[in-house]
């Protein structure tokens, strides 16, 4: 077992290694790509709730341990872009820094986050009752 534990753990990713996507280039992925890009949201599910990238998944650093066997409809999107509030939240790098230590190769983090989404007019997703 220690073996096994030991294949893939090359977890030395570090801030230089996270490329970047522009909001701008996100929505177009976004309108033109639908199924191939997954939009993931690591912020806490209280907030996730209050307002989401429509689409977007709601995983946490702690919902992907370190050396985590690649779930397949993640490894099978064309782009993973990962956003927080803005583009210093530490969970959204901390996620994306993560998933690239993890196998995935296709990792972005959105420049300016949800914030500077909003304020291009991108979508959000909130509760029926706002």
């Not at 909003?118 to 509760?127: D, L, T």
Request: aromatic content about 4%; hydrophobic content about 40%.
């Amino acid at each position: 077992l220690t073996l096994l534990g030991a294949v893939g753990c090359d977890t030395n990713i570090t801030d230089r290694d996270v490329e970047f996507i522009s909001v701008g280039e996100a929505m177009v992925l976004k309108r033109e790509s639908p199924d191939a890009t997954i939009f993931l949201d690591p912020r806490p599910a209280d907030s996730f709730q209050k307002g989401h990238i429509p689409a977007a998944r709601n995983l946490r650093l702690p919902d992907v341990p370190p050396n985590a066997a690649r779930e397949r409809s993640l490894a099978q999107a064309d782009m993973l872009i990962v956003y927080g509030d803005n583009p210093g939240t530490p969970a959204s790098r901390g996620l994306a820094k993560r998933l690239l230590a993890n196998g995935y190769s296709v990792v972005r983090l959105m420049q300016g986050g949800l914030d500077e989404w909003k304020a291009q007019g991108g979508e959000v997703r909130r509760p029926a009752s706002e």
